[in-house]
């Protein structure tokens, strides 16, 4: 079986958490809209399984993955059907609706992330709402970001110090990685302090480029650098 993730092909954004969990199953799977035009792939395949008139069930935006007849769209929704066929999620039905539970919680983050840069509309640039976001992006980094990552500091220290849940890793480590990693990109002074005071959080996103198979991907020309069409992105003067 080779998955068919869709999703933009110049930023990681919310299609990462999925491409981390796939790269470290070693999971086959196709990049679809970073493919060729030539062969049937890129940006215009995604707007065809996007728009097509014929399927019941579309997604609204991309990440959206499928998996044989499976379609599914949603970055928390994907990973709750990929996780048990990945490896990546505990053996009780408690353990994955816990693993799914810090993966929303993970996906409330990233989103007031991107609205630090965009807190009046989608459709605005950055530069029409600056002064609004140099405000959202100030009680981000004084009041949400320690907020989160103690959060995530207690879960881990709760259960073994190590991982998010149970005793192995599963997707919901592999995106704290991430969203620690965007953090770091955006916010790279504030986070930095806060991560001072939950070292459980920061030897997790440490230890996660040792895994073998997400180390070479993160080394691979398939990990789209940061940059400022993404979520995360670094703006000095929302650093403070």
Known sequence: MVYELYY???????????????????????DVARGSEADGAGLPAMSRV????????????PPFLRDGDVVVGQTAAILL??????????????????????????????????DTHHPVAIGLT???QKTEALRRAKAFREERIPEFLAWFEHVLTR???????????????????????????AFPKATGAVLRDNPRVAALHGA??????????LASPRRIPFNEQGIFRRYPELDG
């Open 208 to 217: 996660i480029p040792e895994r073998p198979r997400i180390g070479a991907y």
């Open 126 to 128: 950055y530069e029409d």
């Open 81 to 114: 059907h990929l996780g048990p066929r990945l490896g990546l999620a505990g053996d009780s039905e408690a353990d994955r609706i816990w693993t799914h539970q810090i993966q929303l919680t993970i996906a409330d983050v990233v989103s007031e992330a991107h």
């Open 159 to 185: 259960n073994d110090g190590t991982h998010l849940v149970g005793a192995a890793l599963s997707y919901a480590d592999l995106s704290l990685f991430q969203l620690v990693a965007g953090l770091l990109y």
């Open 50 to 61: 996007l728009q097509d008139p014929d399927n019941p069930r579309p997604a609204y935006a």
């Open 8 to 30: 933009w092909p110049t930023i990681q954004g919310r299609g990462e958490f999925v491409r981390l969990a796939l790269e470290e199953a070693g999971a086959a799977y196709v």
